[in-house]
Nanobody, 121 residues
Framework: QVQLVESGGGLAQAGESLRLSCAAS????????MGWFRQDPGKQRELVAE???????NYADSVKGRFTISRDVRKNTVDLQMNSLKPADTSIYYC???????????????WGQGTQVTVSS
């Protein structure tokens, strides 16, 4: 069984910073890409930032220059440093990872439980 556990969400004022962390654990053989998405009520989940299997970094246009994603391959973690936060960044943030599990040798995308980020003006 695989779990993704997020931490670091909370309340910030516009212009401040928050850091989100996500740790994957369980029967993991290998992890391909990892990333962060966010979702507002009634809207589709959207990509915020990702690290692909070959190490490429992709960002949503709305966060470029403000957010930085980083991954520790050995620890199976992915972090999202969010600077210069805006009220529009308010959302529930989800970690995801493309994981090949050991034993069953199944490959699928796993999601964390979500962490709330609220930015006040």
């Amino acid at each position: 069984q695989v779990q993704l556990v997020e931490s670091g969400g909370g309340l910030a004022q516009a212009g401040e910073s928050l850091r989100l962390s996500c740790a994957a654990s369980g029967s993991i053989f290998s992890i391909n890409g990892m990333g962060w998405f966010r979702q507002d009520p009634g809207k589709q989940r959207e990509l915020v930032a990702e690290v692909t299997n070959d190490g490429r970094l992709n960002y949503a246009d709305s966060v470029k220059g403000r957010f930085t994603i980083s991954r520790d391959v050995r620890k199976n973690t992915v972090d999202l440093q969010m600077n210069s936060l805006k009220p529009a960044d308010t959302s529930i943030y989800y970690c995801n990872a493309d994981i090949l599990t050991g034993g069953t040798w199944n490959r699928r995308v796993y999601w964390g439980q979500g962490t709330q980020v609220t930015v006040s003006s």
